[in-house]
């Protein structure tokens, strides 16, 4: 991708102020700053239920121009919370929509990265695997590890409070510099050393790195 492609985002929780578009929200800052680049946020909860009798009749205009936004797009992030072990029903809907017709869909070749996130401790990691999962099998390109991100809450308290956070916003940056794939030096997180700093929660303010369930992912804090 070049600077200044197009670049498409989608929440997977679309309620206003959830901690899933918080997340994609600071993604999107992290991209427009270091790239020059403007998000086109798709909005998923526009999309009618999946039928494929809807489908081969009369076509929704809002699915037909979130199909032509995705494959005109030249990279996808996602965020998605996790709901009951999954993605959220809605956003599986706008996948089903999004991967037709199958093997030669708007998904189909596309560069898509995934983070997730939850107030919990695993970061909505079951949810993000299956995501994950569900790209792989509609034929989309996986950039860059799964971001999974732990205490969300936390997160974007501390963000709101100052310049919080710095091991969280290296990761990003490091899977935006994939997912565009920018000519930039390997990713070596502050994290490494086991600890994340800038969060509160503790009488140091400093939260243990939990290890990550495999190779492919990172969860924080």
Not at 45 to 62: G, I, K, N, R, T
Not at 78 to 93: H, R
Not at 185 to 190: A, F, G, L
Request: net charge positive; charged share 25%; hydrophobic share 40%.
């Amino acid at each position: 991708m070049t600077v200044g492609g197009r670049f498409v985002t989608i929440a997977g929780s679309w309620r206003r102020g959830s901690l899933t578009e918080q997340t994609l929200h600071l993604a999107e800052g992290v991209a427009a700053e270091r790239y020059g680049v403007r998000h086109d946020r798709l909005r998923i909860q526009e999309f009618p239920h999946y039928d494929a009798d809807l489908e081969a009749s009369d076509l929704s205009a809002v699915v037909r121009r979130g199909r032509e936004r995705v494959r005109a797009a030249d990279v996808l992030l996602i965020c998605t919370p996790e709901y009951n072990g999954a993605p959220p029903g809605s956003l599986q809907n706008a996948l089903d929509w999004l991967s037709r017709p199958w093997l030669d869909s708007p998904l189909t070749g596309k560069r898509v990265a995934t983070l997730s996130s939850a107030p919990g401790h695993r970061g909505a990691e079951r949810g993000h695997r299956r995501l994950r999962e569900m790209l792989e099998i509609i034929g989309a390109e996986l950039v860059g590890p799964a971001l999974c991100v732990c205490a969300a809450d936390r997160l974007h308290d501390a963000m709101a409070a100052g310049p919080g956070a710095p091991a969280f916003l290296h990761d990003v940056r490091g899977l935006l510099d994939q997912l565009f794939g920018a000519p930039r030096p390997p990713v070596s997180s502050p994290c490494a050393a086991g600890e994340y700093p800038g969060l509160p929660g503790s009488s140091t303010h400093r939260t243990p790195v939990r290890a990550a369930a495999s190779t492919h992912e990172r969860r924080f804090p």
